[in-house]
């Protein structure tokens, strides 16, 4: 079973000093319609990871220094590519269960819905 927090857990993450990666997997246009505004946020969309491999990762994320909380829209993404840097060697990695939509239900529906 791969780790994961919840949008809940997310949220209070969010509003600490903690230093982490929010990994953003879905498409660019995706992100038009909802978006968690935050310093620690870095996008790596899914197609780009699939064709590209870990160099389409951003340079904060190889590092492996900081935990990587990973988001899409509603889980499924984000637990493909949880287990995929699993097998990649990294440690800390962490689906967020329920992706964006969750948060937006659950914590802050201004983030936007689709």
């Known amino acids: ?3 994961e927090i919840t949008v809940t857990e997310l949220a209070e993450k969010l509003k600490s000093d903690e ?3 929010l ?3 879905r498409e660019l246009a995706e992100l038009d319609y909802a978006k968690i505004e935050d310093s ?3 996008v ?3 197609s780009r990871l ?3 491999g870990p160099s389409a990762l951003p340079e904060s994320v190889k590092s492996h220094e900081v935990p990587v909380y990973i988001i899409c829209h509603h889980g499924s ?3 493909q590519v949880t287990g995929w840097l699993a097998q990649q060697g990294y440690k800390n990695v962490s689906n967020v269960s329920g992706g964006i939509d969750a948060y937006a ?3 802050d529906s201004s983030v936007g819905f689709y």
Do not use: Q, Y
């Open 1 to 3: 079973m791969l780790p």
């Open 19 to 21: 230093k982490f990666i």
């Open 23 to 25: 990994l953003d997997v």
């Open 40 to 42: 620690r946020l870095e």
């Open 44 to 46: 790596a969309p899914m």
């Open 50 to 52: 699939a064709s590209e």
């Open 77 to 79: 993404r984000s637990m």
């Open 105 to 107: 239900r659950e914590v």
